[in-house]
């Protein structure tokens, strides 16, 4: 490996660069189940680099913005992550060959949508797990739809797609 490097006349030796002659070396010696545990998840700098500088094509509901491209970023990772962990190989290689679509891979650690009844917030008031965000049950009217408003956000950091439906 180190005349490989030496031989392509590399100025600078990144980790990234290390990490892909070692993947190359591993299948080389047939150890590929090595390889596929220690793969790197991410994205090229090119497409990193139209991201942050181009609108998004694919979702015109989603603005161009830091926010946005972080959230792209992470999905991105996140959609590896599942087609290579989540799913069995075989599930992964049909996805990415275009036989079947996997929808919202990104979202592979959330449950898709959650019906919450609104009788539970009236009757014992707001109670939200690591957050500052609690309340006995409301006595008006507008501040039982202040509950229902973090509420629903707070169910919205947690689900993807459809926003959190209250009944």
Request: glycine share 6%.
């Amino acid at each position: 490996m180190e005349q490989q490097i030496y031989i392509s006349k590399i100025n600078v030796v990144t980790a990234p660069l290390v990490r892909e002659l070692v993947d190359a070396k591993l299948i080389e010696h047939g150890l590929e189940r090595a390889r596929r545990m220690h793969t790197r998840l991410g994205m090229p700098l090119y497409d990193v680099d139209q991201l942050i500088l181009h609108p998004n094509r694919e979702n015109a509901n989603v603005p161009h913005g830091p926010e946005a491209t972080n959230l792209t970023l992470a999905e991105s990772i996140k959609k590896e992550y599942a087609l290579l962990n989540v799913f069995a190989q075989e599930v992964g290689d049909a996805h990415m060959r275009g036989d079947i679509h996997l929808h919202d891979l990104g979202f592979c650690d959330r449950p898709y949508c959650s019906g919450q009844s609104l009788e539970y917030v009236k009757k014992f008031g707001l109670h939200l797990p690591n957050s500052s965000a609690n309340a006995k049950p409301a006595k008006h009217a507008e501040v039982l739809l202040a509950h229902m408003v973090k509420f629903s956000a707070m169910l919205q950091g947690h689900l993807p797609g459809q926003s959190a439906g209250m009944r």
